[in-house]
């Protein structure tokens, strides 16, 4: 009889060639990462800088930052948080005490109440002008009455402030203050318009020469 002659099982490294291409492509790729990691490992350590000249900067950079930043931000904050104030005090806002109050107190309680000082800076009160005859604040007043008495308001300035402060002493809520402001201003005369009233003067005087 004859032998059966069996077949060789398959080896799993059978598909791999003699010639070994795919071992030595893993040991090029190996040999490329290693080289890889030893140009980044010394790239890390490459700088401008010493290693002891770059702890002092950073010691120094690091109080710079604790130091510097929340002063600043605070200062920020304080700026930012006191606008409506700012706000009330240039449109002349007539509860513009009331609205620092209410900033002040707004610190308090975290600037929760800051939304508020915001609007009310900029709405004027309706029922303060039908009560008070005017929605300015009284430093308002106070400020156009020592103009007016240095001679530089025009005479539509002085005829509107003084129409102002009338229609405030019609409420009967005129302050002592206002009310010696209203005397004094009946007596103050406007200011001169520009160099053209100062040239016509000298031109009247002279035509009333000639005519005599």
């Known amino acids: 009889m004859k032998k059966r002659e069996v077949a060789p099982l398959a080896s799993p490294n059978r598909h791999v060639a003699s010639d070994g291409g795919p071992v030595r492509a893993s040991g090029a790729l190996v040999a490329m990462l ?17 290693p002891e000249k770059l702890d002092v900067a950073a010691f120094y950079l690091a109080w710079f930052i604790v130091i510097v930043f929340p002063i600043a931000g605070i200062v920020v904050f304080l700026m930012v948080h006191m606008l409506p104030e700012k706000i009330a005090e240039r449109r002349q806002h007539p509860q513009k005490e009331a609205i620092k109050t209410l900033t002040i ?25 039908a009560v008070y005859g005017t929605a300015k604040h009284e430093d308002y007043y106070y400020e156009m009455g020592e103009r007016a008495q240095a001679g530089k308001l025009a005479e539509d300035e002085l005829a509107q402030l003084r129409e102002e402060i009338d229609a405030m002493a019609d409420t009967g ?34 035509s009333k020469a000639g005519s005599v």
């Open 105 to 129: 107190l707004s610190l308090i309680f975290g600037g929760m109440l800051w939304p508020i000082c915001w609007l009310w800076a900029y709405v004027r009160p309706t029922s303060y002008r």
């Open 34 to 50: 290693a080289v890889a990691g030893l140009a980044l490992s010394s790239g890390a350590h490459a700088s401008l800088l010493t």
């Open 173 to 206: 809520t005129l302050p002592l203050k206002l009310k010696l402001l209203r005397k004094e201003l009946a007596a103050t005369q406007a200011a001169p318009a520009g160099p053209a009233a100062a040239q016509a003067v000298p031109t009247r005087s002279g």
